[in-house]
């Protein structure tokens, strides 16, 4: 009888699978497969039954647009429990580039999983004889074998990371991806060890639902000292729906300008969603705690508290294509849907921030 788990891989294109051309490294056709089918370690005993869909046209990730998000989201809700073989899990290979945002993007879409979703990728290629690709794939595959974790999570170099929390930190290392604000849920040594404490778990009366988006337009803007209002005046502008306002330290802006305070005031009440998240790397949006911060509070900016920039767009994409009230779309950013952001009862206590 065969025991093994079956896993779905969605391989959208990236690195991993990339030859060197002229140009550069492209992605190239049936090149994974035949690299993998090559490779007597990814039908190993402890090694899951993998079938692979390769996605046409394979991008380089810095290509993906919310049409890709889709067509990945979709392609999972139609294996999930239809077809002829029944998956126990799914990985997503993909660019490293915008990997964060479509494991932000998949964790909205997807509400209530009862089954892994592991993006995965690497920073050199299968092909290469030193690379990361191997054991990212091998690790990401034992853990469908071995484990449910049941969370669209970011699997690189021995970190299993919520992958609505997963942020692209280094460039040009094998450790690529941090989760700045969230412990890991799972770490990869000799061991496999699982958090199971952080890990969501799904409310067995209900299906994994699938929610698609629209394309409202959106757009991040980050501050630096010197912005001219009207580049922001003009950004916040129709069509405009929802915009990530990338600020400094604990969620501040320049109040004094007030051309610039101003043209967030009009964009508020123009109807536009305008999220405060730090451009810090880690740490939380305190709009209290101080004047420049509580200033965006007073003309509509709301807290992203300690979102990331890509879980914040996503969300955004998310919520505002869901046919919700304004309001609703203010309130839904500000609460916890997937673990994106830390919930009010788990904050720290906001505490002055100067001893008294
Ligand atoms: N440019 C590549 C991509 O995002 C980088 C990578 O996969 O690491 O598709």
């Known amino acids: 009888m065969n025991s093994r788990k079956n896993v779905y891989i969605a391989y959208t294109g990236g690195t991993v699978g990339m030859k060197e051309t002229p140009d550069g490294l492209q992605p190239a056709r049936d090149h994974l497969q035949q690299l993998m089918d090559n490779m007597p370690e990814f039908r190993a005993e402890g090694m899951p039954n993998y079938f692979i869909h390769e996605y046409d046209p394979l991008l380089d990730s810095s290509n993906m647009t919310p049409n890709e998000w889709i067509k990945i989201a979709e392609d999972i809700r139609d294996h999930y429990s239809n077809g002829e073989r ?127 988006i629209h394309h ?28 990530v306002l990338e600020t400094f330290g604990v969620g501040n802006a320049p109040s004094s300008n007030r051309a610039l305070m101003e043209a967030l005031r009009q964009g508020n009440e123009s109807g536009i969603v305008i999220v405060n998240v730090t451009q810090c790397f880690s740490g939380t949006v305190n709009q209290d705690g101080y004047e420049t911060g509580s200033g965006l509070a007073k003309v509509g900016v709301i807290s992203g508290y300690d979102m990331t920039c890509e879980a914040a767009l996503t969300k955004l994409y998310f919520l505002l294509s869901r046919g919700f009230s304004i309001e609703k779309v203010k309130h839904l950013m500000q609460e916890n849907l997937r673990g994106e952001l830390t919930p009010e009862s788990e904050r720290a206590p906001i505490s002055p921030l100067l001893p008294i």
């Open 216 to 243: 409202p337009v959106i757009a991040s803007i980050r501050l630096f000292p010197g912005i001219d209002s009207k580049v922001v005046s003009h950004i916040l502008q129709p069509p405009l729906r929802g915009l």
């Open 86 to 212: 029944q998956y126990d899990a799914f990985v997503v290979i993909h660019g490293t580039d915008t990997m964060a945002f479509t494991a932000s993007a998949l964790s909205f879409m997807l509400e209530n999983l009862g089954k892994p979703v592991l993006v995965t990728g690497a920073q050199i290629p299968l092909c290469q004889p030193r690379n990361d690709a191997r054991m990212n794939l091998i690790t990401t595959l034992q853990i469908c074998s071995e484990m449910t974790v049941p969370e669209v999570c970011v699997y690189f170099n021995g970190e299993l990371l919520r992958g609505c929390r997963a942020t692209k930190a280094h460039a040009d290392q094998f450790k690529a991806f941090e989760s700045p604000n969230f412990p890991p849920l799972g770490r990869v040594g000799t061991c496999i060890k699982i958090n199971w404490a952080l890990v969501r778990q799904p409310d067995p009366h209900k299906s994994m639902l699938y929610m698609t």
